[in-house]
Nanobody, 122 residues
């Protein structure tokens, strides 16, 4: 599975972005998908996951409800809608795929996109 993340960019605090992750090589229906981010000097952080049939979504306990993951099997794509962005959301955002039904940790995922940079200005 090859993953391509896109949609990052520069946004002002309080703004929104929608990140996209497209896949080739295997339909999303057979892969659980997740979003992570990594800020400079920090560990990669789990943000959201959707299971392989797209029926269930998962967020970390620390989630504030600003980020929403959803998928479109017809487009073979998964999205991360981000609202109310803050400067501390500045990071490289990665989509990832797992042959498990879903994953909640970095080690659960076998496939990774190249990352897309999100910069939130104050």
């Amino acid at each position: 599975v090859q993953l391509q993340a896109s949609g990052g960019g520069l946004v002002q605090a309080g703004g929104s972005l929608r990140l996209s992750c497209s896949a080739s090589g295997r339909a999303f229906s057979g892969v659980g998908m997740g979003w992570f981010r990594q800020a400079p000097g920090q560990e990669r952080e789990f943000l959201a996951a959707i299971n392989r049939n797209g029926e269930s979504v998962y967020y970390p306990d620390s989630a504030t409800g600003r980020f929403t993951i959803f998928g479109n099997s017809a487009e073979n794509a998964v999205y991360l809608q981000m609202n109310g962005l803050k400067p501390q959301d500045t990071a490289v955002y990665y989509c990832a795929g797992t042959t498990k039904s879903y994953g909640l940790a970095e080690d659960d995922y076998e496939y990774w996109g190249q990352g897309t940079l999100v910069t939130v200005s104050s």
